[in-house]
């Protein structure tokens, strides 16, 4: 089994989001919009189906061992054709692309040396 390089997490409101792992994935979303089903379909890399669930105020992310490859590069697709983009022939490099223009258009944009000492010098990557 080749291990997860990336999370990728669909939204309600047609909105693609990427994460470098399940933790990171996690620690973003707030259990009360996961409750709310705001992340309807979340996968990895290689098309796992990750179903989410809420233990209180804490998001749990769990591989159920079910593939969806065909979901996976049919959301992929739609996403890429809404905003514009090229469709992607690499899931890994368009999760890297995804996690480097959130790390671009982060806000409040502070000064560089403050910026570099909370986020470090380079966006995650997966």
Same mark, same amino acid.
């Given at each position: 089994?080749?291990? #997860?390089?990336?999370?990728?997490?669909?939204?309600? @409101?047609?909105?693609? *989001?990427? +994460?470098?792992?399940?933790?990171? $994935?996690?620690?973003?979303?707030?259990?009360?919009?996961?409750?709310?089903?705001?992340?309807?379909?979340?996968?990895?890399?290689?098309?796992?189906?990750?179903?989410?669930?809420?233990?209180?105020?804490? #998001?749990?992310?769990?591989?159920?061992?079910?593939? @969806?490859?065909?979901? *996976?590069? +049919?959301?992929?697709?739609?996403? $890429?054709?809404?905003?514009?983009?090229?469709?992607?022939?690499?899931?890994?490099?368009?999760?890297?692309?995804?996690?480097?223009?959130?790390?671009?258009?982060?806000?409040?944009?502070?000064?560089?040396?403050?910026?570099?000492?909370?986020?470090?010098?380079?966006?995650?990557?997966?």
């Amino acid at each position: 089994m080749t291990p #997860v390089r990336a999370i990728f997490v669909f939204t309600a @409101d047609q909105d693609l *989001l990427a +994460f470098p792992s399940l933790e990171d $994935a996690a620690g973003y979303m707030e259990a009360v919009d996961v409750e709310a089903a705001e992340y309807p379909a979340i996968y990895t890399d290689q098309g796992n189906v990750i179903e989410a669930s809420a233990a209180g105020q804490t #998001v749990v992310l769990t591989d159920t061992g079910r593939n @969806d490859s065909g979901d *996976l590069t +049919f959301r992929i697709r739609r996403y $890429a054709q809404m905003v514009g983009v090229p469709i992607p022939t690499d899931r890994v490099a368009f999760a890297n692309a995804l996690l480097r223009d959130e790390w671009e258009a982060r806000w409040p944009q502070r000064p560089r040396w403050l910026s570099r000492r909370i986020y470090g010098e380079t966006p995650p990557s997966v």
